[in-house]
Every structure is written in structure tokens, then in C-alpha cells.
T-cell receptor
Framework: SQQGEEDPQALSIQEGENATMNCSYK?????LQWYRQNSGRGLVHLIL?????REKHSGRLRVTLDTSKKSSSLLITASRAADTASYFC????????????FGIGTKLQVIP | DTGVSQDPRHKITKRGQNVTFRCDPI?????LYWYRQTLGQGPEFLTY????????KSRLLSDRFSAERPKGSFSTLEIQRTEQGDSAMYLC??????????????FGQGTRLTVV
């Protein structure tokens, strides 16, 4: 089963524009992570935000977390063609063995 | 290269054959995960090891699937009597144990299985 659900499922923007992707999840979490995947490749970790944090920045990336709404957003500013990829949120749930579960992803296309 | 490595990268097999994939995690990581990913979907959790102990198995992991991590280092995922529905990318990831705080997972490049 997949914990997260990204929105939109596909996004197409012009180079230089900002891209915003949202993620909703169902259960209480320790942290939420965003990953990127280029076509047919493995996943690359982008950023991790803990459940007691509300916002985090890394370069052109800005992540917010609202645990009351069980949602997160990933903002990529000043997008580049090289940002074209699929983006997944992943949650590390509280309790149990803290397995990491993924959403279905947002496919981002940045048009040069 | 000190990242997670998976072998083989690609595997084509005939329906009904058995296949085995290998994952070598980052050496100091004691947690290892297997995921399956089909086209257009996110990775789906299959199973999870802490050291050599298999702590959780997804319902996706039918009795044709078995995973091992005999010495708490590398892991193997075997699929017996493969079916066309098993065609997917099989991803392995590892993380260090963090006392409950969670950390990023490091992924291998995956093994793409095609069952014909």
C-alpha cells in the first residue's frame, strides 16, 4: 500500500518558473522526505523534514510540512530543464519498524 | 563506489523461471529495504531487514518471493515461478539505524525484470 499521494500527478512548466508539488499522507509520521527519479533510474534523496519542523530550505528547494493537515509541499524555484523528473514524497511512520513508504509521484516537465 | 549496488541491472526471463537479485548496501547501514516499482507508480514496499532479521513483509510479497540477508550485509531477493505480472523495477535501499528519528534512504539503480 502507498501512504502518500502527490498532487498534481503531472506538471509542465516553462524554464525559470516555479514548480509546486503537494503531498498528502494518512498516518502519523516521524519525518517526510522528498525524492527525485530520472526516467528508469534509482531515486535520489532531496530533502528530509522532521515532524516537529514546519519549513526547510535546500538550495532552490523549499519544503513545508503541516502535520495537522497531514500534508507537505515541495517548491522548486527558478526551474531548469534538468529538473525534469518524477518527484516522490516518502513518509517514515511512527510506531512499528519505521518503514519508509512512497506516494505515486508527480511527473515534472520543464520546457526549455 | 560506496553507494548501494544492485546486480544485475537488467534481467529478461521466461515465465516460470526463477530469478535472484542481489543488493549490496552501504557497508555501515544496518537497515535494508526492497521495493518494487511499476511504470508510472511510486516504489511499493516489499520487505525490510534490520541486520539479518526480516522485520516486515508486505502482502505484495507472495509465497513465490523470498528475501534473505544472511550475514546482515548483502541481501538477495528471489522470485520463483515468475509471472508476467512480476515485470517491474526492483529497488533496494539502505539506511543507518537512527534511534527512531529517521534518515534518508540511499537507493541503488535497481534491477529491471522483464518476464516474457
Amino acid at each position: 500500500s502507498q501512504q502518500g499521494e502527490e498532487d498534481p500527478q503531472a506538471l509542465s512548466i516553462q524554464e525559470g518558473e516555479n514548480a509546486t508539488m503537494n503531498c498528502s499522507y494518512k498516518t502519523s509520521i516521524n519525518n517526510l522526505q522528498w525524492y527525485r527519479q530520472n526516467s528508469g533510474r534509482g531515486l535520489v534523496h532531496l530533502i528530509l523534514i522532521r515532524s516537529n519542523e514546519r519549513e526547510k530550505h535546500s538550495g532552490r528547494l523549499r519544503v513545508t510540512l503541516d502535520t495537522s493537515k497531514k500534508s507537505s509541499s515541495l517548491l522548486i524555484t527558478a526551474s531548469r530543464a534538468a529538473d525534469t523528473a518524477s518527484y516522490f514524497c516518502a513518509t517514515d511512520s511512527t510506531g512499528g519498524y519505521q518503514k519508509v513508504t512512497f506516494g505515486i509521484g508527480t511527473k515534472l516537465q520543464v520546457i526549455p | 563506489d560506496t553507494g548501494v549496488s544492485q546486480d544485475p541491472r537488467h534481467k529478461i526471463t521466461k515465465r516460470g523461471q526463477n530469478v535472484t537479485f542481489r543488493c549490496d548496501p552501504i557497508s555501515e547501514h544496518n537497515r535494508l529495504y526492497w521495493y518494487r516499482q511499476t511504470l508510472g507508480q511510486g516504489p511499493e514496499f516489499l520487505t525490510y531487514f534490520q541486520n539479518e532479521a526480516q522485520l516486515e513483509k508486505s502482502r505484495l510479497l507472495s509465497d513465490r518471493f523470498s528475501a534473505e540477508r544472511p550475514k546482515g550485509s548483502f541481501s538477495t531477493l528471489e522470485i520463483q515461478r515468475t509471472e508476467q505480472g512480476d515485470s517491474a523495477m526492483y529497488l533496494c535501499a539502505s539506511t543507518p539505524q537512527t534511534g527512531g528519528r529517521g534518515t534518508e534512504a540511499f537507493f541503488g539503480q535497481g534491477t529491471r525484470l522483464t518476464v516474457v
